[in-house]
Each structure stands twice: as C-alpha cells, then as structure tokens.
C-alpha cells in the first residue's frame, strides 16, 4: 500500500493540469499514488491525464457534482494513510511530499500537516506567505496558535495540507456547501487536533486564475454555517477572531450585490475590531462597491496586492 494518496479533483483544467501532474510525478518522494476523480469535465481534461502512463495514476469519473464531492470520492478510494490534496492548477516543488511525510513522522498525532506556500497573484508576480509575527519564518512544528496565525493568510490551504485518513474516515468535505467546504473541514480539525507546518516553501497556489469577479454571485452560493462554531468561539479568542474576519468578507461581498439584509445579519455576529477601512466599504453603495472590486482585480493583475479586512 503506498504511504500517501494525492487526491485531484478535476473539471476542466485541460489548460493546466499537464503541468500540475508532473508537478507530482517529480516528487522525491515517491511511495504514493495519484487519485485523479474526474468531475464531469467537458474539456480535454480527461485525455490530457490519460496522456499520462504512470501506473501510480487511478482516474475515477462522477457526474458533476463540485470539487467536495470529487475530494470526498477520492478519500472513499485512497489506500494511503496520509492523504495530500492538490487542486488541478497548484504546482508542488518536488520535495512536497518528502517535506510533508517527514513531519508526519516527527509529530505524529496531528490532525494536519501544512507545508509553506507562495501565492501566484498574476502572469509576473508571486509573493511568499508570512505568518509572522505569530509564526516565524524557520519554525517547524505543532503550530501554538493554529488560528491566530491564519488571521492573514490560511495555514490550512488546500493543495498545502495532508491529513491522515484515520481522521477523514470521521471528517469530511460538506457537499452541502457550495464555497468554503475547505475552510469548514480544516476549521473543525483544528479545533481538535493540533497542526504541523514545515519551515519549507513547498507550494505554489495560482490566486492569479481567481483575479475576476465571481460568474456565481455570493448571493446564489451556498456558503458554510459559521455560527457552528458559536460554542467553541466562546473558549477561543483567536477561533472568534478568526472567523469574525470570513463573517466581515461576506458581509462585504453581500454590499457588493445589494443585499444589505443579509449584510447586516453577518455583521451582528461580529465582535471583533473591524479595520477602519473595512468600515467605510460597508458604508459604500453597491455600485460603488462593484467599480473597486473591479479596479482592485486590476491592480491585482499588475502585481499589486492588498486585503482590506486588515
């Protein structure tokens, strides 16, 4: 039985997914198997992966049904005991694998195992994530304050994390949610089990592909249930502060398209501090709104990058 399963939900990512495969093949590691769930592609995904003769490779095909459900097929068929996820257009450095396996060994027991990542925001421009000041850039480790160093950028990103399977047999991916399935998995882990993270930068997640305005308005997605959490936000500051930052970014998003009601429903959730300028977004008029989120993507796509929820 190989030692690690890699699971790749695939929907058209013709594109790009030649790249991301041998993105893998390469690792150094190489006790693992691919998993490849084709999830109703139209393009030539599918022949693209069958290009490929690595017999590690076992590709399955469901109808479309959305990236949780393809993740949670490809658990239902993993034979390894740690699983990694990759999405079709991330690229692993070829010591991915061999960095995640050795921490998996040195701190057995966690919940996850995250590797360091840098963030393509467009065609030229890549920047490298920090947590710091809570996580230093050397340290490698059962992480102290798994949320309170996600507060800028996630530790828990999906194509930089491995979780054993004996944890995903009792947790796994909501497909009852249509955007956040990532964030609520790995939020009800960490709540329970520690996490690990690498002191390498084994991992380029492409933000860039996700720099327009969403085809599905936030208004029609199915987001997660935040307040589930209510009873552990009450003995978790940084779990609250946390997840008060996803409840701010959507009531903002709501703003966008004009539905201040649910807006408001966010915001009465919140009590953390809301930066200043967070503020005056969400006393901005909609159309307003919408004109510098699309100048925001603009500027995203020549290499300048900024949040406002900080």
């Given at each position: 039985?190989?030692?690690?399963?890699?699971?790749?939900?695939?929907?058209?990512?013709?594109?790009?997914?030649?790249?991301?495969?041998?993105?893998?093949?390469?690792?150094?590691?190489?006790?693992?198997?691919?998993?490849?769930?084709?999830?109703?592609?139209?393009?030539?995904?599918?022949?693209?992966?069958?290009?490929?003769?690595?017999?590690?490779?076992?590709?399955?095909?469901?109808?479309?049904?959305?990236?949780?459900?393809?993740?949670?097929?490809?658990?239902?068929?993993?034979?390894?005991?740690?699983?990694?996820?990759?999405?079709?257009?991330?690229?692993?450095?070829?010591?991915?694998?061999?960095?995640?396996?050795?921490?998996?060994?040195?701190?057995?027991?966690?919940?996850?195992?995250?590797?360091?990542?840098?963030?393509?925001?467009?065609?030229?421009?890549?920047?490298?994530?920090?947590?710091?000041?809570?996580?230093?850039?050397?340290?490698?480790?059962?992480?102290?304050?798994?949320?309170?160093?996600s507060l800028h950028y996630r530790i828990?990103?999906?194509?930089?994390?491995?979780?054993?399977?004996?944890?995903?047999?009792?947790?796994?991916?909501?497909?009852?949610?249509?955007?956040?399935?990532?964030?609520?998995?790995?939020?009800?882990?960490?709540?329970?089990?520690?996490?690990?993270?690498?002191?390498?930068?084994?991992?380029?997640?492409?933000?860039?592909?996700?720099?327009?305005?969403?085809?599905?308005?936030?208004?029609?997605?199915?987001?997660?249930?935040?307040?589930?959490?209510?009873?552990?936000?009450?003995?978790?500051?940084?779990?609250?502060?946390?997840?008060?930052?996803?409840?701010?970014?959507?009531?903002?998003?709501?703003?966008?398209?004009?539905?201040?009601?649910?807006?408001?429903?966010?915001?009465?959730?919140?009590?953390?501090?809301?930066?200043?300028?967070?503020?005056?977004?969400?006393?901005?008029?909609?159309?307003v709104l919408r004109v510098l989120l699309?100048?925001?993507?603009?500027?995203?796509?020549?290499?300048?990058?900024?949040?406002?929820?900080?």
């Amino acid at each position: 039985m190989p030692k690690i399963s890699v699971i790749i939900p695939l929907y058209n990512k013709g594109f790009v997914v030649s790249k991301t495969l041998e993105s893998v093949i390469n690792q150094t590691f190489i006790d693992f198997e691919i998993i490849i769930v084709n999830d109703g592609s139209t393009d030539d995904s599918v022949l693209i992966v069958e290009h490929f003769k690595d017999e590690r490779i076992l590709l399955f095909h469901q109808k479309n049904k959305g990236a949780a459900a393809a993740r949670n097929l490809g658990i239902e068929k993993a034979r390894g005991e740690l699983i990694a996820f990759l999405d079709a257009d991330d690229i692993w450095e070829a010591n991915h694998l061999e960095e995640l396996f050795q921490l998996y060994t040195d701190f057995p027991g966690c919940g996850m195992y995250c590797s360091r990542y840098t963030m393509k925001i467009s065609n030229n421009k890549t920047i490298t994530i920090n947590y710091l000041p809570e996580l230093i850039n050397d340290f490698r480790g059962i992480v102290i304050d798994y949320f309170k160093a996600s507060l800028h950028y996630r530790i828990g990103l999906t194509s930089a994390v491995s979780i054993p399977k004996s944890i995903l047999n009792k947790y796994n991916f909501n497909t009852d949610v249509s955007s956040g399935q990532d964030l609520e998995l790995f939020t009800k882990i960490a709540i329970h089990f520690p996490v690990a993270i690498t002191n390498r930068m084994t991992m380029q997640y492409d933000f860039s592909s996700n720099n327009h305005l969403s085809k599905t308005p936030i208004t029609k997605k199915k987001l997660l249930d935040l307040n589930q959490f209510r009873l552990d936000e009450e003995k978790n500051k940084s779990l609250k502060e946390f997840l008060d930052l996803y409840r701010v970014e959507y009531a903002v998003n709501f703003r966008v398209f004009g539905d201040i009601k649910t807006s408001d429903r966010y915001l009465q959730n919140v009590t953390s501090v809301i930066p200043w300028k967070t503020k005056i977004l969400l006393k901005t008029p909609p159309l307003v709104l919408r004109v510098l989120l699309k100048l925001k993507h603009w500027l995203r796509s020549k290499g300048i990058d900024f949040s406002i929820y900080h």
